[in-house]
């Protein structure tokens, strides 16, 4: 009996560890593929550090600590010449990082030096915390079902008493938003920053319907050619 029991703690347990990061593992791939873009690289080799070979991300939940070491890229191609794919683990960590509320992430190491037999050794500086200063609503339909008005008292409500912007209060917000509606998608990123004043915007970003599935082609007639009499 105990046992089962401490079975089922532990299911629970991990269901919410699991809804406790729903924005983060939605937040990372966008910050990814905007980065690899950006740079015009393409990882040939990735892998996920562990908190032993990068120092200054002990105040990180370590459930978050190990999204943000995760598949990190160690060496890369360029898509063109004039792509410099260096020191990328360093880069894409500072993304990931500043995209979950730690805006001032700075992140040095010997990436430049990296090889899948030998990952970086990277050294964070998390840099100044930030207070949440207003909250915007973006969304991609139109003809939008739930109130932006409604969207952004949800976000506010999630607020904690000190606006501080952390990934928990990013989480707070996208779970409390996903509440309204049946939305395909709730996203939460900072937005604009005031760096003299540490204070941030939050923006929150709805797919409120799934996109249409595409339809099936009909096959194209067969010219049928007259067979003379």
Do not use: H
Request: aromatic residues 4%; contains cysteine.
């Amino acid at each position: 009996m105990n046992r089962r029991l401490s079975l089922a703690f532990l299911c629970l347990t991990l269901a919410a560890c699991a809804s406790r990061q729903a924005n983060t593992r939605e937040v990372l791939p966008r910050v990814d593929n905007s980065f690899f873009v950006r740079e015009q690289c393409k990882p040939t080799s990735t892998a996920s550090l562990s908190p032993k070979q990068v120092t200054g991300l002990d105040e990180l939940p370590a459930s978050v600590r190990n999204r943000v070491l995760d598949n990190l890229p160690l060496q890369a191609v360029g898509n063109t010449e004039r792509a410099k794919c260096q020191d990328l683990a360093a880069r894409l960590l500072e993304d990931r990082l500043r995209a979950l509320c730690w805006l001032e992430a700075r992140v040095t190491g010997d990436s430049g030096t990296s090889t899948p037999a030998a990952p970086p050794r990277l050294s964070v500086q998390l840099g100044a915390s930030y207070q949440v200063d207003t909250i915007i609503w973006v969304s991609e339909n139109k003809n939008a079902k739930v109130a932006p008005t409604r969207v952004i008292e949800a976000a506010k409500s999630a607020l904690p008493k000190d606006n501080a912007c952390t990934a928990s209060t990013l989480e707070d917000i996208r779970a409390r938003v996903s509440k309204l509606g049946d939305f395909q998608q709730v996203v939460v990123m900072p937005g604009p920053a005031d760096r003299q004043q540490k204070k941030v915007t939050l923006v929150v970003d709805i797919k409120e319907e799934a996109p249409p599935a595409p339809q099936e082609k009909a096959p194209a007639p067969q010219n049928k050619t007259a067979t003379p009499k």
